[in-house]
């Protein structure tokens, strides 16, 4: 292979995976705006925000099991073409509902991207080529990360919301010219199948697959629209227990078969530790930056780029930190610096809250910073869980373990919104005005959102800890 088509393939892995990265955070600035130009409800402004994750969870497995099935090449140059054109979409769109509709296409473009980016990394590079591959797509995941909301405030003031979207056109273009001409039609390494009965055992069922979707859509939508129309509305009630029976049916069908390599995954401590850890972090921080967006230009009156740069702190801190993590592990251990990271997020939270009501920035750097450095020290609870699953279902579990990362921020949305909306409908029937009711209640979403992360933190201690090795009488 000549180092010319090593470095395409890399461009054709990076750029499409640092756009699915950076659709996660480049809107978060823009929420009030969109709001306002579109004339959306809180619920329709909430569906905005976890549509495109809802999908990408949803779909995620999925598409492993079409990289698997049907080709890495063509997964991924489906992926890039649809999240392609539905960006171009999401850009064009004039209304709440057909913006929600492209960022869930977003979404199950998203989720063809990313395993089969991953599968091309490590099949179509060669393995002396694959450390370096791996580091630069890190490094270019989170920088999509750290650089959403800067990007979101600029364009957002100065060009417009529309053109968050339009960003990711001429990005899709070229990696999709970059994949059709660098990564191999097939390979004697492919692994696709010409059937689906060839697909691997190590895949979910497509029925399975279906079900798990249902429910995750149901129950996002529960927890959205509850507020709005009642937890005991029929509209509320009929998909709710439509969901419950989703879920029952995934958990019978999955644990039906005690050798199938899901259960076996989580019967692994350290693996579903690490699940339970994943999904508890996601639900208390991702539904925060969502009211900190808001809370930031709706309240203080923040321009749209001095919020992005607001928000830059935590990116920082956790930039800087994740250098320091691995010394960190190897001298404490991944239990305990997972958990010191998980304790410092919820107290990063409760500082934000206790920063919010004096009204100013500079009250809410310290809780903003320990956030970011918490979350960093959490990142080896990732690593501890994919090290321990078996080698035949190292692609099931790295898909379960993002498809999980973000259902949590749907989750985390839901959940913290309900809590939110009702805090602030509390505060304003005693007579609190709009900001200030909605201050209280973005304080109750702060407080639960850190008793969530902080479940979290024996979980990992008890989950993540190695075994001490037997010594010999």
């Not at 090290?387 to 959940?415: N, Y």
């Not at 008890?462 to 075994?467: E, F, H, I, N, V």
Request: aromatic share 6%.
């Amino acid at each position: 292979m000549s180092r010319l088509r090593g470095l395409g393939i890399l461009v054709a892995v990076i750029l499409p995976s640092f756009m699915t990265a950076l659709d996660n955070t480049i809107v978060t600035v823009a929420f009030p705006h969109i709001q306002e130009e579109l004339t959306l409800s809180d619920p329709g402004l909430k569906w905005v925000a976890a549509m495109y994750p809802l999908a990408f969870s949803s779909f995620l497995l999925l598409g492993g099991r079409c990289a698997d099935s049907r080709g890495r090449r063509p997964t991924l140059l489906w992926g890039i073409s649809l999240f392609t054109v539905s960006s171009l979409l999401c850009g064009l769109s004039t209304s709440g509902p057909a913006l929600i509709a492209c960022r869930g296409l977003q979404g199950v473009g998203a989720a063809l991207i990313t395993p089969a980016s991953l599968a091309v990394l490590s099949h179509d590079l060669l393995p002396r080529a694959r450390n370096a591959g791996v580091s630069a797509l890190t490094a270019a995941l989170s920088t999509a990360l750290a650089c959403g909301p800067v990007i979101s405030g600029i364009v957002t003031e100065h060009l417009g919301w529309t053109w968050l979207f339009a960003i990711n056109v001429p990005l899709g273009v070229l990696s999709l010219l970059v994949a059709v001409v660098a990564i191999p039609r097939c390979s004697p390494r492919d692994g696709a199948a010409d059937d689906l009965r060839e697909v691997p055992r190590s895949t979910v069922p497509l029925p399975t697959l279906g079900m798990a979707c249902l429910f995750f859509g149901g129950f996002a939508y529960c927890l959205i629209e509850g507020p709005r129309f009642g937890f005991t509305a029929m509209r509320i009630v009929v998909p709710g227990v439509m969901a419950l029976i989703c879920a029952t049916a995934v958990v019978v069908t999955v644990s039906s078969d005690r050798n199938a390599p899901l259960v076996e995954l989580l019967r692994r401590r350290a693996f579903a530790g690490g699940i339970v850890t994943q999904l508890l972090w996601g639900l208390g921080v991702t539904g925060v930056f969502f009211f900190t967006s808001q809370f930031l230009q709706n309240v203080l009156d923040f321009s749209p780029t001095f919020a992005g740069l607001a928000l830059t702190p935590v990116a920082s801190a956790l930039l800087v930190t994740a250098v320091l993590v691995p010394r960190m592990s190897r001298r404490w251990g991944d239990d305990r610096v997972s958990a010191g990271g998980l304790l410092l997020v919820a107290l990063g939270l409760l500082l934000v809250a206790r920063g919010s009501a004096t009204g100013g920035f500079a009250d809410l750097l310290p809780g903003l910073a320990a956030i970011g450095i918490g979350s960093a020290m959490a990142v080896p609870l990732t690593t501890r869980a994919l090290e321990s699953a078996p080698v035949h279902t190292s692609g099931m579990a790295a898909g379960l373990f993002s498809a999980t990362r973000e259902a949590s921020g749907v989750l985390g949305i839901a959940v913290v919104g309900v809590i939110v909306t009702y805090g602030q409908h509390s505060a304003a029937a005693t007579g609190a005005d709009a900001d200030g009711a909605f201050l209280a209640g973005y304080q109750a979403g702060l407080c639960t959102a850190a008793v969530l992360v902080a479940i979290g933190a024996p979980v990992a201690l008890c989950g993540l800890r190695r075994p001490r090795p037997r010594t010999g009488v």
